[in-house]
């Protein structure tokens, strides 16, 4: 089993930044059952938005149009922990932000449903 823990979340004013972290652990939890990891969100009554992953093995990493630029994913291995990096933030950024996990890059990431591991959520505001 592989548990999924995000924080770091809060209220920010637009323009600011703030960093998410998402820890992984669990007695089955190894680095090849998340070889990949991910970044959604979800705003109040829209469905889940793909936000971006890294890889474990190489760090490389995609983003979605929408935050490309101003977003950035990073790891830690030693502390089995991935990172947000959230700059330039708008209101629009408003939303619950969840970290996912797989072992396996599927050909289609921004669904949400692809993906086997989930963290509960972290709610990131962002004032006018």
């Known amino acids: 089993q592989v548990q999924l823990v995000e924080s770091g979340g809060g209220l920010v004013q637009a323009g600011g930044s703030l960093r998410l972290s998402c820890e992984a652990s669990?007695?089955?939890?190894?680095?090849?059952?998340?070889?990949?990891v991910g970044w959604f969100r979800q705003a109040t009554g829209k469905e889940r938005e793909f936000v971006g992953w890294?890889?474990?093995?190489?760090?490389?990493?995609y983003y979605a149009d929408s935050v490309k630029g101003r977003f950035t994913i990073s790891k830690d291995n030693a502390r089995n922990t991935v990172y947000l990096q959230m700059n330039g933030l708008k209101p629009e950024d408003t939303a619950i932000y969840y970290c996912a996990a797989d072992a396996v890059l599927k050909a289609t990431p921004a669904i949400s449903q692809t993906w086997r591991y989930w963290g509960q959520g972290t709610q990131v505001t962002v004032s006018s």
């Open positions: 890294i890889r474990w093995s190489g760090g490389s990493t």
């Open positions: 669990g007695r089955t939890f190894s680095r090849s059952v998340m070889a990949v």
